[in-house]
């Protein structure tokens, strides 16, 4: 089945400490996204990507990175320097391009640091 | 699970009625406009998208109309099930903005109940 994986769904982490979330797509779509949501807020986007080893900053980039090594992959670290990292992180791929098509989205991670 | 519909606004009909959730874009060069599902403590689905040079599109059970004088988008669901409670996300974006494919703006999000 083609989709998109999202690993763990759950992560706890201590503050200070850095976490990277895992994304993986077998839609052999070019690009990829992440966007982090807090609760009564729409989606945010974080960074994104049109092609390997080419990535973007988003609207709220301070504190995270992002690497595309392969175009299946899309790994988002959240880093000690992003005040607030509590939220729900959800990755997405499409098709790219220049035209607009759907993203197709993963079940996310929800990710708690205390 | 996932709070993501607390504050939200609300839109409560009964099982079988139709619904009509609302969004106002930002946007006016915003040519791309796309409707997601979101169920709780899981990821958006996408339900119906539209390009400007269309002010209506029709799926199954769900019509999206727009109207870009002012700004404004619809979804609307026929004859609601249970299933179909949610949060309902519009989402916006500029083709060939020059840049490719770059991210969806979203709204904050409609709450549709349904009841039974």
């Known amino acids: 089945d083609g989709g998109i994986t999202q690993s763990p769904k759950y992560l706890f982490r201590k503050e200070g400490q850095n976490v990277t979330l895992s994304c993986e797509q077998n839609l052999n779509h070019d690009a990829m996204y992440w966007y982090r949501q807090d609760p009564g807020q729409g989606l945010r986007l974080i960074y994104y990507s049109q092609i390997v080893n080419d990535f973007q900053k988003g609207d709220i980039a301070e504190g995270y990175s992002v690497s595309r090594e392969k175009k299946e992959s899309f790994p988002l670290t959240v880093t000690s320097a992003q005040k607030n990292p509590t939220a729900f992180y959800l990755c997405?791929?499409?098709?790219?391009?220049?035209?607009?098509?759907?993203?197709?989205f993963g079940p996310g991670t929800r990710l708690t640091v205390t | 699970g996932e709070s993501v519909g607390l504050h939200l606004p609300t839109l409560s009909v009964q099982e079988g009625d139709n619904s009509i959730i609302n969004c106002a874009y930002s946007n006016s060069a915003s040519d791309y406009f796309i409707w997601y599902k979101q169920e709780s403590g899981k990821g958006p689905q996408f339900i119906i998208d539209i390009r400007s040079n269309m002010d209506k599109r029709q799926g199954q059970r769900v019509t999206v109309l727009l109207n870009k004088t002012v700004k404004h988008l619809s979804l609307q669901i026929a004859a609601t099930q249970p299933g179909d409670s949610a949060v309902y996300f519009c989402?916006?974006?500029?083709?060939?903005?020059?840049?490719?494919?770059?991210?969806?703006?979203f709204g904050k999000g409609t709450h549709l109940i349904i009841q039974p």
């Open positions: 989402a916006e974006n500029i083709e060939y903005s020059g840049g490719g494919a770059d991210g969806l703006t």
């Open positions: 997405a791929s499409s098709i790219g391009g220049y035209a607009s098509y759907e993203q197709y």
